[in-house]
C-alpha cells in the first residue's frame, strides 16, 4: 500500500517560515512528479509547487520567490520551504506524487494533508 505522510504544517506570523515535508512510502518502483497543493476555506484546491524527476521545478504566481520546493530522491520525499508567509497562506496543503506501485501500476497518490495557519 503506498502512503504519503505530510509533516510540518502549523501556525506561522506573518512574514515567517514554514518547512513541510511529506514522505512516500509503499511498493512502489518509480516517482514521477511531485508536488504540493493547498485548499483555503471555501476555495478550489490550487496548485503551490512541482517538481519532476528530473528537477525542473514550477510554481504558482502567488508563492513566486516566496516558497521552495525540493525533492530528496533518496528517501522518496519532496519539502516545501515557505518563507515570507502572508495570511492568504493560510490553507491545507496537500502532497501529491505521480508515481508507479507494483500493485496499481502509475497513478496519482495524495497526502492526507496539513493545516497551514498564518496569523497577521
Known amino acids: 500500500q503506498v502512503r504519503l505522510v505530510e509533516s510540518g504544517g502549523g501556525l506561522a506570523q506573518a512574514g515567517g517560515s514554514l518547512r513541510l515535508s511529506c514522505a512516500v512510502s509503499g511498493s512502489i518502483f518509480s516517482i514521477y512528479a511531485m508536488g504540493w497543493y493547498r485548499q483555503a476555506p471555501g476555495k478550489q484546491r490550487e496548485l503551490v509547487a512541482v517538481v519532476t524527476s528530473g528537477g525542473s521545478t514550477n510554481y504558482a504566481d502567488s508563492v513566486k520567490g516566496r516558497f521552495t520546493i525540493s525533492r530528496d530522491n533518496a528517501k522518496n520525499t519532496v519539502y516545501l520551504q515557505m518563507s515570507s508567509l502572508k495570511p492568504e497562506d493560510t490553507a491545507v496543503y496537500y502532497c501529491?506524487?505521480?508515481?508507479?506501485?507494483?500493485?496499481?501500476?502509475?497513478?496519482?497518490?495524495w497526502g492526507q494533508g496539513t493545516q497551514v495557519t498564518v496569523s497577521s
Open positions: 501529491n506524487a505521480d508515481l508507479g506501485s507494483w500493485s496499481r501500476g502509475r497513478g496519482d497518490y
